[in-house]
């Protein structure tokens, strides 16, 4: 199983490179987008596909063959086999044939984005992609919006805008992070609640990674003002999260509670002075 760049070809491990070198075979997603891997690289491997299409035709021959000893490197179009990607299969019949396996570890757009977010990235609820029905992105959706800890999930460019405004009424104020052709030229890291990246979007080209901060640090939207820490914590969320300056956060705490930006600046420094 061997983890391959999801955009940056020079974000591949000596040892995929190796690995891909020394195999018999290497069984690819899309064997077109692989030769791009492989010829950068000079790498003269035989490839054959291997895709959710034909994995029942193509299982019992891969199967064959490691069972006569042949080696075989898996890959997916980008990242880490098996994560929203065909593999699952083969690995689960390598270990009820007690076929060796390894995983060459390596690029994963997931641990790219939830890094990228700032968001807590433990415990974290990864999903997949987002269903295409609206119908049932929506119910989708109103699982994810039960889930306390960070989620992330992908989905594609022609569903994105949909699936924000949608996000919209399900996430409402909960800030998230969306990331678009990661690691790629046109790299777009995006922060903020459904409505204010839907808003913002440009072209919806590209994959995108879209990460969901936990409950915990979505605002409150009612409410006294809080008071010491409880309102440093909340200025904290809005600066670290959801990636405000110092002035934009004051201000959105003085709406929020009906205070002056100097009242809540006031607070917050009241907040720093130790107790004597």
Not at 74 to 101: K, N
Request: charged share 20%; proline share 7%; hydrophobic share 45%.
């Amino acid at each position: 199983m061997v983890a391959t760049p999801i955009g940056n070809l020079e974000d591949i491990t000596l040892r995929a490179l190796r690995v891909l070198r020394e195999v018999d075979v290497i069984a690819a997603e899309d064997t077109r987008r692989t030769a791009r891997l492989l010829s950068h690289y000079g790498i003269q491997t035989r490839s054959i596909s291997f895709h959710d299409h034909n994995v029942r035709s193509r299982l019992p021959a891969l199967i064959a063959q490691l069972e006569k000893g042949a080696s075989v490197a898996l890959v997916s179009d980008a990242g880490t086999p098996a994560v929203s990607d065909p593999g699952v299969e083969l690995v689960q019949a390598c270990i009820a044939r007690a076929i060796p396996i390894d995983v060459v570890p390596g690029p994963s757009a997931v641990v790219t984005a939830l890094v990228a977010s700032g968001f807590p990235t433990a415990p974290v609820t990864f999903m997949g992609f987002a269903p295409a029905r609206a119908k049932d992105r929506a119910s989708w959706l109103s699982d994810v919006a039960t889930i306390k800890s960070t989620v992330v999930f992908f989905e594609t460019p022609h569903r994105i805008r949909a699936l924000l405004d949608e996000a919209v009424h399900i996430l409402g104020e909960r800030p998230l992070f969306v990331g678009r052709e990661l690691t790629k030229t046109h790299q777009e890291y995006l922060r903020g609640t459904a409505d204010a990246i839907g808003k913002c979007l440009k072209l919806p080209r590209g994959e995108f990674t879209v990460v969901v901060a936990p409950l915990a640090i979505q605002p409150n939207i009612s409410g006294p003002a809080p008071q010491g820490s409880k309102l440093t914590d909340e200025f904290g969320l809005l600066t670290e999260f959801r990636g405000l300056t110092r002035r934009a956060a004051i201000a959105e705490l003085a709406s929020k509670y009906g205070l002056s930006s100097r009242e809540v600046y006031a607070r917050l420094e009241a907040a720093k002075r130790p107790v004597s």
